[in-house]
């Protein structure tokens, strides 16, 4: 059994965390939460989405956001864009890198953005191209890659279709979302085995979400297969506006609290993440969705 000894941690919260609340999160908080973060240790930190704000009401400040956030540097800070007219937004607010999401069902693919996994490609060809004419980084997502809410079971064979193709574009890292947390551990492990024998494992990263609880387990699972880099979400927050009763990423805290208990190094500071994770979940008038987060906090409080 081999696990990496650095995982690199992409915090998602103040976009897959904040982009399901129903109520509005003004700009200064998720600029304070983004910086937060980032003090707290994390190397990237996914700050907004140039979607279409009909779609998605929550992402309409993200130019905003982006523009007051005090950029440091070696820090990334990613922005979802869905297509070219997301790109230009992004763009003319000065973004350097940006994340492309596709689905592997037909149907999460129209719930989500409206068009066939096959016109996905095309968008993301046509996004891709052009921002590497504007030297962008680039991300890529992948959607119900261990089950859909809409289609349940999911062709690993389409994941893996999808996954080459953002590879061999000029995505840097292909990020397998599990959307509705449905995922365990075995299928988890065989997914990344399969999708590691055509994209190197450096390049592949783990989104799971916890519905299920299962989360930190297919982590733990896929890490022995070489992953070491893995998106959460501070305090647990999110969801997908189009995956009803998905609940939020696994939280970043808990996250941290097993790799720091496996001697992994992440570079992340605990009681910084902490308050971060405070200041949010107090914004949103609840606790943290984190055991981790919970049990610490409980603690500090004596
Ligand atoms: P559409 O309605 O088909 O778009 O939506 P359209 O091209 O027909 O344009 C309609 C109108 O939207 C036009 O405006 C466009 O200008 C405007 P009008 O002429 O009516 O005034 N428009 C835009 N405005 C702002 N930004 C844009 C944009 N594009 C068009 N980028 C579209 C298609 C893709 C835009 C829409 O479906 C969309 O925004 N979808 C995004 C949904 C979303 O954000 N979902 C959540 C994020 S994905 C996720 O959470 C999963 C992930 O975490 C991984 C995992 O967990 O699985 C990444
Ligand atoms: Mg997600």
Redesign the pocket.
């Given at each position: 059994m081999s696990f990496p000894e650095r995982v690199k941690i992409v915090e998602?919260g103040p976009?897959?965390g904040l982009?399901?609340e129903s109520e509005t999160v003004p700009a200064e908080v998720k600029v304070q939460l983004i910086e937060m973060l980032v003090d707290a240790g994390l190397p990237v930190v996914e700050s907004g989405?140039?979607?279409?704000?009909?779609?998605?009401p929550q992402?309409a400040t993200s130019a905003e956001v982006f523009k007051q956030i005090n950029k440091r540097n070696g820090i990334s800070y990613p922005m979802?864009?869905?297509?070219?007219?997301?790109?230009?937004?992004a763009h003319a607010a000065g973004v350097q890198e940006i994340?492309l999401?596709a689905?592997a069902t037909e149907t999460f693919s129209q719930k989500?953005?409206?068009?066939s996994i096959a016109e996905s490609i095309d968008?993301f060809n046509a996004v891709i191209v052009e921002a590497q004419s504007l030297g962008m980084k680039i991300r890529g997502?992948?959607?119900?890659?261990l089950g859909c809410p809409y289609e349940g079971e999911v062709s690993s064979d389409t994941v893996l279709m999808l996954a080459q193709k953002l590879f061999d574009k000029g995505c840097y890292e292909v990020?397998l979302?599990?959307?509705?947390g449905v995922g365990t551990a075995g299928q988890a492990r065989d997914l990344v085995e399969k999708l590691s024998r055509q994209v190197p494992i450096q390049h592949l990263a783990a989104?799971f979400?916890d519905t299920y609880g299962q989360a930190l387990a297919n982590i733990h699972a896929v890490m022995q297969c070489g992953i070491s880099v893995i998106?959460s979400s501070v305090a647990g927050l999110?969801?997908?506006?189009?995956?009803k009763g998905?609940t939020g990423?696994v939280a970043t805290e808990d996250v941290v609290y097993m790799l720091n208990g496996m001697g992994i190094e992440t570079g992340v500071d605990m009681d910084k993440l902490l308050e971060a994770g405070r200041f949010i979940s107090d914004f949103l008038g609840r606790e943290p969705v984190s055991r981790a987060a919970t049990a610490l906090l409980r603690k500090q409080a004596g």
């Open positions: 998602v976009r897959d982009q399901n989405a140039f979607v279409s704000p009909k779609w998605v992402m979802l864009v869905p297509n070219l007219k997301g790109l230009e937004l994340a999401f689905a989500n953005t409206n068009c968008r997502y992948i959607s119900c890659v990020s979302g599990d959307t509705i989104h979400h998106d999110g969801g997908c506006p189009y995956a998905a990423n």
